[in-house]
């Protein structure tokens, strides 16, 4: 290296270490070098270690006017860190690089790059409390700054439309391709989400496969339809697949320009829960709805002190094998009285499960069950196993099963009186959790069995792999007013795959005579349901366990 291209490169050091974080000045270090080799641009990119573009990318560092570039650029490559790389682009001139300039050039691309990573990482930082990292969309803070910009800027917050969306089963994505392909899917899927998006409009994602969107009224009903088929491409086993990602979706119409921006997303929310509940793609948010939500807020509130007072009573449903008539078991039921009056269990134990706090009345449940038998054990009389459910919220827990056991052994009952029920799940790793808790109950001598079998979606795999004692049909197998012979076919391949696995087979939900008919006709003999009995409270199921006989 000459002594002028000596000096030249250590000014050019001095002023990128001078530069501090300001691209700018960056770019004025850069231009005395590129003016000396006759660079007719110099541009840079980010790329992750998958290959593909985070941050800042395609950056222009060096453009010079009426100058087209000679040939291939020369290409830098530099690895800061392991987790990205730093492309550097070299353009010519007026004629191709010479070797030893590609080599010159290669030592100011060097700080240039370490310089972008520097501003890469400070960026990173500064956004990591309001940008959801893996899709580079705004998290729940930066969603609430983007719409207080909006609105500091003059927009009425009346002209939006605020959205609450999650895929529809993404979980069978990450089942079938895996967790990092179902990644790729879900940061290609926001990729094509923020394409749609105005830049008075708001998009964000809260995690999972979870996003929020403030869209103009105008544009909402564009904005559902695309929403209905988001074609994402994937490569698997070396092909290319295109999924057509579908959602469910809330929206709340906001109505006046002075709304609590808190509320733009809670009431969403309220919409998208209200969609899953009753099966249906899309659900608006009502003032009805809104009145039901702040009455669910007023419970949950109260609900510890609740918990403490007593306030919930279990109640026994009476399961009755429908060939002799006979009293066999319950399943024990929570309900809440409040001031003398009945607080649905539709509105309470949606809400309980949502937030987590579940599990707290789930043993409460169990303790009063298990008190219960006791003190008709100590009255003599006899009683019958009572099944209590558990939500999968609490497998959380790693020692749930280990807690269950030890209110049982407490309690001083036997375990046979003891059922617990839980509700199968489509997700892969939760699946597996499932899976150890049963394990875990079945090695510990306490019975188990799986809820609304055949509600949604069903595995077989739930049969192979979990040492269950009971499987309990969901009401929607006999819940029709026309039985078809493929009603009958499938309930008889069930109950039969089930019977040859030893495990025992219920039906809750049985009401009429011709849903009794058909089930015993196809081997299913124990009935839950309000044909033989309501939820008893504990004194009226007493006078069950005296007389355990219901007429045939």
């Not at 998009?203 to 564009?222: C, T, V």
């Not at 906001?254 to 709304?259: A, E, L, P, S």
């Amino acid at each position: 290296m000459t002594r002028e291209k000596q000096e030249l490169y250590l000014q050019y050091i001095r002023e990128v270490s001078e530069a501090g974080g300001d691209m700018d000045k960056l770019r004025e270090a850069l231009t005395g070098v590129a003016y000396y080799y006759h660079i007719s641009a110099i541009e840079a990119e980010i790329l992750g270690d998958d290959g593909r573009g985070i941050g800042q990318k395609e950056v222009v560092l060096f453009e010079r006017e009426n100058a087209s570039p000679v040939g291939e650029p020369v290409r830098y490559v530099f690895d800061p860190d392991g987790s990205s790389k730093i492309v550097i682009y070299v353009y010519a001139s007026d004629r191709p690089f010479e070797e030893e300039e590609k080599e010159e050039l290669g030592l100011f691309c060097a700080h240039a790059g370490f310089f972008l990573e520097l501003i890469r990482l400070r960026n990173f930082m500064n956004s990591a409390g309001t940008i959801q990292f893996s899709t580079n969309l705004y998290n729940v803070n930066g969603y609430y700054e983007r719409i207080a910009e909006l609105v500091s800027q003059g927009n009425g917050l009346g002209s939006y439309s605020s959205f609450c969306f999650n895929i529809k089963s993404f979980s069978d994505v990450n089942r079938r391709y895996g967790r990092k392909l179902g990644n790729v899917a879900l940061e290609g899927y926001a990729s094509l989400l923020s394409k749609m998006i105005l830049p008075d409009e708001v998009l964000g994602h809260m995690g999972g496969d979870n996003f929020i969107a403030l869209i103009k009224k105008g544009r909402q009903q564009w904005f559902i339809e695309r929403l209905g088929d988001i074609p994402v491409e994937i490569e698997y086993k070396g092909k290319k697949e295109k999924l057509h990602l579908g959602a469910t979706i809330g929206i709340w119409e906001i109505d006046r320009d002075d709304i609590n921006i808190d509320d733009i997303v809670a009431r969403a929310y309220l919409g998208v829960n209200q969609a899953k509940r009753v099966h249906t793609n899309i659900s608006f948010v009502t003032e009805k709805l809104v009145t039901q939500m702040n009455n669910l807020k007023a419970v949950l509130e109260y609900y510890d002190k609740a918990l403490e007072d007593e306030e919930f009573r279990v109640y026994y449903q009476p399961k009755v094998d429908s060939r002799t008539g006979m009293l066999v078991g319950a399943e024990g039921l929570v309900r809440w009285f409040h001031d003398d009056k009945m607080i649905s269990p539709g509105i309470f134990i949606p809400a309980l499960d949502d937030n987590g706090t579940i599990i707290s009345l789930d043993y409460y449940v169990l303790k009063h069950a298990c008190r219960d038998i006791k003190e008709w054990i100590d009255k003599g009389y006899d009683p019958v196993p009572v099944s209590v459910n558990f939500s999968r919220r609490d497998l959380k827990d790693k020692l749930l099963a280990e807690k269950i056991n030890n209110i049982i052994e407490e309690a001083g009952i036997d375990k046979k009186y003891i059922e617990v029920e839980i509700t199968e799940t489509v997700d892969e790793e939760e699946h597996g959790v499932l899976s150890g808790f049963i394990d875990k109950l079945y090695r510990m001598d306490i019975m188990t069995a799986v809820d609304d079998f055949g509600s949604g979606y069903s595995s077989l795999a739930t049969l192979r792999e979990f040492q269950i004692h009971t499987l309990k049909l969901d009401r929607s197998f006999v819940n029709t007013d026309d039985f078809s012979w493929k009603d009958e076919i499938i309930l008889r391949d069930v109950i039969h795959m089930a019977g040859e696995l030893s495990m025992d087979v219920l039906c809750e939900g049985v009401e009429r005579d011709d849903q009794l008919a058909l089930l015993n006709s196809v081997g299913c003999y124990v009935i839950q349901g309000y044909y033989y009995d309501k939820p008893l409270p504990k004194e009226d199921f007493e006078k069950r366990l005296i007389d355990k006989q219901y007429k045939k």
